[in-house]
């Protein structure tokens, strides 16, 4: 699976969106994006994924630049509560049960 | 409900004794896995069952055995513990049969801490 790039940590205002980057430049075609976050002491859990479309759902959306080198996942309106670390995990498509977390982006949302 | 159980939550012990960690899931998932989580923070896959067969094995020293009754449990039994061994173990399931699907959803954590 491709390695992935992300700042180590970010700040974000409480009630304003919250865009955390990730560098994938040797992602290849058949690998998805997948984003995940870990609340303090809690499990990861799953946000959103996709392949080359931009998506959306009740958490975040998630755009993909046009040569998926890179993306970007979009909290609209990080609340207090978002303060997590979040990865950025790219992952073949097909049989691959292999999830490989990095060291993600501990985004930190002040009031 | 408790899509995804572990227990025990928290398990202290001495260097030596063999411990369990159990795990079982109420999602129908047919893939479980096991990962380990560091004192650095570092989240590492361990194991994976599908329909309780062993398909993924990352080099973890063979005092860690796997056991998967059946698809809804995958139980993680360690021998002779080390002091390298204090992590978080977080259990995770997937549905992976006829989909294309990386959406593990885990559980809260066992923490084990040898002494």
């Known amino acids: 699976d491709a390695k992935t790039t992300q700042p180590t940590s970010m700040d974000c205002a409480e009630g304003r969106a919250a865009n955390l980057p990730c560098n994938h430049s040797t992602i290849s075609g058949n690998e998805y994006v997948y984003w995940y976050r870990q609340i303090h002491s809690q499990g990861p859990q799953y946000i959103i994924h996709?392949?080359?479309n931009n998506e959306t759902n009740e958490m975040a959306s998630l755009i993909i630049t046009e040569d998926r080198k890179s993306s970007t996942l979009i909290l609209p309106h990080a609340t207090l509560r978002d303060t997590a670390v979040y990865y950025c995990i790219v992952r073949a498509g097909g049989s691959n049960y292999k999830l490989t977390f990095g060291k993600g982006t501990l985004l930190t949302v002040n009031p | 409900d408790t899509a995804v159980s572990q227990t025990p939550k928290y398990l202290v012990t001495q260097m030596g004794n063999d411990k369990s960690i159990k795990c079982e899931q109420n999602?129908?998932?047919?893939?479980m896995y096991w990962y380990k989580q560091d004192s650095k923070k570092f989240l590492k896959i361990m194991f994976s069952?599908?329909?309780?067969?062993?398909?993924i094995n990352e080099t973890v020293p063979n005092r860690f055995s796997p056991k998967s009754p059946d698809k809804a449990h995958l139980n993680l039994h360690i021998n002779s513990l080390e002091l390298g061994d204090s992590a978080v173990y977080f259990c995770?399931?997937?549905?992976?049969?006829?989909?294309?699907?990386?959406?593990?959803?885990f559980g809260e954590g066992s923490r084990l801490t040898v002494l």
């Open positions: 999602l129908g998932h047919d893939t």
């Open positions: 069952y599908n329909n309780k067969e062993l398909i």
């Open positions: 996709g392949l080359k």
């Open positions: 995770a399931s997937s549905l992976t049969s006829g989909r294309n699907t990386g959406e593990l959803f």
